[in-house]
């Protein structure tokens, strides 16, 4: 029987709008530590003792934990500490490695995904070379910064598309520019020049019937089938333009084949995670093209569409250690 002070701790943003899918269906209690609380004063200490690490945060013991989210923390910035300009860098660095200490916490937990194989998860090449060795369909592709390089890849595949390998988007005039993956064809092609300063994924363009997203939770998985509408004309190949300027449906995608169901669970596992969010494109033929597991990528958008129930997943995957302690 599981413990009753056994807590489920998720480390992200307070703010986060996954929160209350997770939180409805938990019976443990649910605390949240959030970065940018700690940095507006919420205490954080680690009790050192018998060869064990208690964090203690804002007077809340955190000695039996049975899972831990961790999800989408904000780092702690410059702009809200309140201290002499000098000195806010020192404050910054000091205080961020101070929370950081969470992150090999709770070792007899259920991590939802471990911090730092989330980290090497994010490798896309790591990703593709495990897919392949599953048996998934995988797109020609090739991940370069050499012009050299990418400009022979694109005389081979004169249909391709182009991804940033980014995460971080520049600010102009107060507004973030999204670079959504391009479709390269018909004498439509990147300037090369300076790629080495911005080093892209290019890859064999699939001809799309249909994007699919696989939500991985343990050995669970909920596939949706997403089709958009509005961006036809456009170069953008990125099913997210139409969440812009256009029009999404997402369905469950019931009839998910049993084989490719196994890989995805394979592949996340492989990859270090509990928690993965995988996207193909399904051809005209039936064929499944695997683009890239996101080893935190949302997901309520889909539950909040096809009902799938997969806050309850990862709630009881979260409470699924008895010990937690």
């Avoid at 064809?185 to 249909?210: K, N, V, Y």
């Avoid at 994007?211 to 990125?238: C, H, L, M, P």
């Amino acid at each position: 029987m599981k413990s009753p002070t056994a807590r489920v701790v998720v480390i992200t943003d307070r703010r986060d709008a996954h929160l209350p899918f997770v939180e409805r269906h938990l019976d443990a209690p649910f605390v949240v530590l959030d970065p940018q609380e700690f940095a507006a004063g919420k205490e954080l200490s680690y009790e050192c003792k018998d060869g064990r690490i208690i964090p203690v945060y804002d007077g809340l013991r955190l000695d039996a934990v049975s899972g831990a989210w961790y999800r989408k923390p904000l780092q702690i910035t410059d702009d809200n500490l309140p201290v002499a300009p000098v000195f806010k860098a020192y404050a910054r660095t000091a205080m961020q490695r101070h929370f950081n200490q969470l992150l090999t916490c709770f070792s007899e937990a259920t991590w939802v995904s471990d911090y730092y194989a989330i980290c090497k998860a994010n490798n896309k090449s790591w990703q593709l070379a495990i897919a392949k060795q599953l048996g998934m369909q995988v797109p020609d592709t090739v991940i370069t910064g050499d012009k050299v390089v990418a400009a022979a890849f694109l005389k081979t595949h004169p249909r391709s598309v182009a991804k940033s390998l980014t995460t971080t988007y520049p600010q102009v005039e107060g507004k973030t520019n999204t670079f959504f993956t391009t479709l390269l064809e018909d004498g439509f092609a990147p300037d090369l020049t300076g790629l080495h300063f911005a080093p892209s994924i290019f890859q064999e363009a699939i001809s799309i019937s249909t994007d699919v997203r696989v939500t991985v939770v343990g050995d669970q998985i909920f596939a949706a089938a997403i089709r958009a509408q509005g961006a036809e004309k456009s170069k953008t190949y990125d099913y997210r333009l139409s969440q812009h300027a256009g029009k999404v449906t997402i369905e469950a995608l019931d009839d998910f084949p049993k084989e490719l169901t196994r890989q995805c669970v394979e592949h996340t596992k492989r990859l270090g995670l509990r928690f993965g969010a995988l996207d193909f494109v399904l051809d005209a033929s039936g064929t499944y093209w695997f683009l890239e597991n996101n080893p935190n990528g949302q997901w309520a958008f889909i539950e909040e569409s096809t009902g799938q129930p997969i806050g309850k997943a990862l709630a009881d995957l979260l409470q699924s250690n008895a010990l937690g302690r």
